[in-house]
């Protein structure tokens, strides 16, 4: 068996296939052309039992396909909550921005995944990032879904949430952010 076969089972659904390649110790990290990882695949058809097994066997959760899309940033524009929710359990980045500058939370609230954003705001999603001068809050006013926008709106007003927006700016200002960003680098 090799990769493509790979991916076509976890396009396809094949649990039971995966699980094959997953003992025999076949690398899952492999991206396809269009940098895709196999969770990434499993992602993007809504498989959530193989996106399960993938991150149970250890696979790399901080991949990008080539729009610089994460496994988060996929997962919440295709509306697969229970993915979400399971991608919100490990260390994912939850504010990463892809080649358009968009975040998870922007993609659910443009959508109308009403659920979706709740999760991302429980987790703590940052309401102030913007992409082409547009929230999460704007676009989720744009496309009508008042619901939304309203839940955005009281997440920005929560004393836990501007504690912490306090705390970024305050680093942001001092300059320790840049030094973090310089030393990680």
């Not at 496994?71 to 260390?91: C, N, P, R």
């Not at 954003?117 to 704007?138: F, Q, R, S």
């Amino acid at each position: 068996m090799d990769i493509d076969t790979l991916e076509l089972a976890v396009k396809q659904g094949r649990n039971s296939i995966v699980k094959q390649f997953i003992a025999r110790g076949t690398p899952l990290n492999v991206p396809d052309v269009y940098g895709r990882t196999p969770l990434m695949l499993a992602i993007l058809h809504g498989h959530k039992d193989i996106t399960k097994m993938l991150i149970d066997a250890g696979v790399g959760i901080d991949a990008k396909d080539e729009h610089h899309r994460t496994y988060l940033i996929s997962a919440a524009e295709k509306g697969h909550h229970d993915i979400v929710e399971m991608l919100l359990k490990t260390k994912i980045d939850i504010n990463a921005q892809d080649y358009d500058d968009f975040t998870a939370l922007m993609h659910a609230a443009k959508n109308g995944y009403k659920t979706i954003v709740e999760a991302l705001l429980e987790a703590h999603a940052d309401v102030t990032i913007k992409a082409h001068g547009n929230t999460a809050l704007t676009f989720a006013k744009k496309q009508g879904h008042t619901d939304i926008a309203k839940m955005i709106e009281e997440e920005g007003k929560t004393p836990g949430y501007v504690a912490r927006e306090k705390q970024r700016r305050l680093r942001a200002s001092s300059g320790q952010e840049g030094d973090i960003q310089w030393f990680v680098e």
